[in-house]
């Protein structure tokens, strides 16, 4: 099983990045796809989950500024993030649940894999 991050970097305020997950190794169709991510000093938090039927979900944080999407044929999850501020700085990790077990609270326990992430930094 793996899970692969990728398009992070070092963005201005206001700026837009799109994150990549790539997934390998297990049956995608079962599994939703969430992002995490965590700032030095601070908890993970959740950001946004996808299901495998397409329903997405995303935190207060986030809503209205990121999007989730995916690509099935090509067992890959993007993150559209845009209108980013210096508080989205973090490392984001990609990870994966099984789809009849996980809920919409975005607790990382839920989720099985883990991707290594991806640093994501907004400059003020």
């Known amino acids: 099983v793996q899970l692969v991050e990728s398009g992070g970097g070092l963005v201005q305020a206001g700026g837009s990045l799109r994150l990549s997950c790539a997934a390998s190794g297990f049956t995608f169709d079962d599994y939703a796809i969430g992002w995490f991510r965590q700032a030095p000093g601070k908890e993970r938090e959740g950001v946004s989950c996808?299901?495998?039927?397409?329903?997405?979900y995303y935190a207060d944080s986030v809503v209205g500024r990121f999007t989730i999407s995916s690509d099935n044929a090509k067992n890959t999850v993007y993150l559209q993030m845009d209108s980013l501020k210096p508080e989205d700085t973090a490392v984001y990790y990609c990870a994966a649940g099984r789809s009849e077990l996980v809920s919409w609270n975005l607790y990382s326990y839920e989720y099985d894999y883990w991707g290594q992430g991806t640093q994501v930094t907004v400059s003020s």
């Open positions: 996808i299901s495998s039927d397409g329903t997405t």
